[in-house]
Nanobody
């Protein structure tokens, strides 16, 4: 079985930082194409950041320069470092890992349970 367990969410002040972690277990490789999505109340779920097996990254326009996606293959863990947080970043953040080493982020895969990030003004 495959499981993605997220952690690191919480309440922070505007301008603060958080690091989200997504620990993968079971027959899944965090080195596959993976990423983070978020969904705010009343809004569509959107891609925040993605990383391919080759290490190339892609970020949503609203988070470029502030968020950084990374991974530790030895720990089978995906990370999202969030800095200069804004109230508009408030959302539930979801980890996603695809089943393929080379695939788009929307390829078949798995979702984490989601972790709440709340940024106060």
């Amino acid at each position: 079985q495959v499981q993605l367990v997220e952690s690191g969410g919480g309440l922070v002040q505007s301008g603060g930082s958080l690091r989200l972690s997504c620990a993968a277990s079971g027959s899944i490789a965090i080195s596959n194409t993976a990423g983070w999505y978020r969904q705010a109340p009343g809004k569509e779920r959107e891609l925040v950041a993605a990383i391919t097996s080759g290490g190339s990254t892609n970020y949503g326009e609203s988070v470029k320069g502030r968020f950084t996606i990374s991974r530790d293959n030895a720990k089978n863990t995906l990370y999202l470092q969030m800095s200069s947080l804004k109230p508009e970043d408030t959302a539930v953040y979801y980890c996603r890992v695809t089943r393929f080493p080379t695939a788009p982020i929307n390829a078949p895969g798995y979702w984490g349970q989601g972790t709440q990030v709340t940024v106060s003004s």
